[in-house]
T-cell receptor
Framework: SQQGEEDPQALSIQEGENATMNCSYK?????LQWYRQNSGRGLVHLIL?????REKHSGRLRVTLDTSKKSSSLLITASRAADTASYFC????????????FGQGTTLQVKP | DAGVTQSPTHLIKTRGQQVTLRCSPK?????VSWYQQALGQGPQFIFQ???????QRGNFPDRFSGHQFPNYSSELNVNALLLGDSALYLC?????????????FGPGTRLTVL
């Protein structure tokens, strides 16, 4: 079963605009990770945010985590056509068993 | 430094057959996890191997089994294939001792069951 929900399920924007994706989860976590997947291929690790962190940046990516609301958001700034992909959040439980639980993903289309 | 590799890339089988998928972890990693991703869904955890033992298992039937070799590579075996087993199978490697368990994924094996 999936851990939580991702919102929106699909997002279409113009190049240069910002894209925001949200993820909610149900149980306490050790960390939350964001992945990108192009056309049903392998997952590319984007960023990991720990349960004691509130915000993290990596290049054009900004991730926030609100453990009180059990939610996270991924912001991609100044989007490019190459950012077109599906984005997944995945949580690692607080017991740190190594099992990642994924959301259903957000499909992002960036139009040139 | 090679990342996670998987073979084969694509596979077509018929119902009732058996299949073996292979994974080589990223250099320096000792733990391999397998995930099943149905079309339009997020990946679902099948099981994880460390020190050649199954460390944890998701909600998958016994038809799904695995193995880890001394060089940390791993196999996923699925017996008595069903149409519903058609999916992208992803392997992820990590370092068990890594505090935050960051997992790196391979390109996947696309299995089609006819």
């Amino acid at each position: 079963s999936q851990q939580g929900e991702e919102d929106p399920q699909a997002l279409s924007i113009q190049e240069g605009e910002n894209a925001t994706m949200n993820c909610s989860y149900k149980t306490s976590i050790n960390n939350l990770q964001w992945y990108r997947q192009n056309s049903g291929r392998g997952l590319v690790h984007l960023i990991l945010i720990r349960s004691n962190e509130r915000e993290k940046h990596s290049g054009r990516l900004r991730v926030t985590l609100d453990t009180s609301k059990k939610s996270s958001s991924l912001l991609i700034t100044a989007s490019r056509a190459a950012d077109t992909a599906s984005y997944f959040c995945a949580t690692l439980g607080s017991s740190n068993t190594g099992k990642l639980i994924f959301g259903q993903g957000t499909t992002l289309q960036v139009k040139p | 430094d090679a990342g996670v590799t998987q073979s084969p890339t694509h596979l077509i089988k018929t119902r009732g057959q058996q299949v073996t998928l292979r994974c080589s972890p990223k250099s320096g990693h000792d733990t391999v996890s397998w995930y099943q991703q149905a079309l339009g869904q997020g990946p679902q955890f099948i099981f994880q191997y460390y020190e050649e033992e199954e460390r944890q298992r998701g909600n998958f039937p016994d038809r799904f089994s695995g193995h880890q070799f001394p060089n940390y590579s791993s196999e996923l075996n699925v017996n008595a294939l069903l149409l519903g087993d058609s999916a992208l199978y992803l392997c992820a490697s990590s370092l068990l001792a890594g505090l935050w368990n960051e997992q790196f994924f391979g390109p996947g094996t696309r299995l089609t069951v006819l």
